[in-house]
């Protein structure tokens, strides 16, 4: 394996179709300009899984993350912590983002509640890790947290 394919086997999240933690905070780092961060928190996971398999919720989630990317241009996603939190970023501003989204992960049958946060640009590794680390924390606490 040549340093290209090792580099995107350790960066790409393979189950979901997305980067993974570390590359999508390195990704976030490099951005030149402000974004919006959000994180979401796919509904009944545990529960898809145990139905349908891994293999074919997996399938579900990466179809909806790849649809929402041709959909939205520039749109990036990376998985935060277990296998039912996703980060996604934007830093184009798109009107209606997470309905767009929302309808994506509706024709898989997967539900999701999100939080986000605008955030500047120019940040160090461990900003962007910590603040992924509230949003995921605050979406634990069903008082913090948008539904769809």
């Not at 086997?9 to 961060?37: K, P, V, W």
């Not at 139905?51 to 241009?73: C, F, W």
């Not at 997470?98 to 049958?109: C, K, S």
Request: net charge negative.
């Amino acid at each position: 394996m040549n340093n290209e394919m090792t580099l995107h086997y350790l960066s790409h999240d393979r189950a979901f179709g997305m980067m993974t933690r570390n590359a999508f905070e390195i990704f976030l780092s490099q951005l030149s300009r402000d974004f919006c961060l959000y994180v979401m928190d796919l509904n009944d996971i545990h529960k898809l899984n145990a139905k349908h398999g891994y293999l074919t919720v997996n399938e579900k989630v990466r179809r909806a993350v790849a649809g929402a990317q041709i959909y939205v241009d520039g749109l990036q996603f990376g998985r935060v912590f277990s296998g039912d939190e996703i980060s996604i970023v934007d830093w184009i501003g798109h009107q209606d983002l997470m309905e767009i989204i929302r309808e994506f992960f509706q024709e898989e049958q997967i539900g999701f509640k999100y939080l986000y946060k605008p955030m500047n640009h120019g940040e160090t590794l461990d900003h962007y890790s910590y603040e992924l680390d509230q949003l995921s924390n605050l979406l634990r606490d069903s008082n913090y947290y948008h539904a769809l």
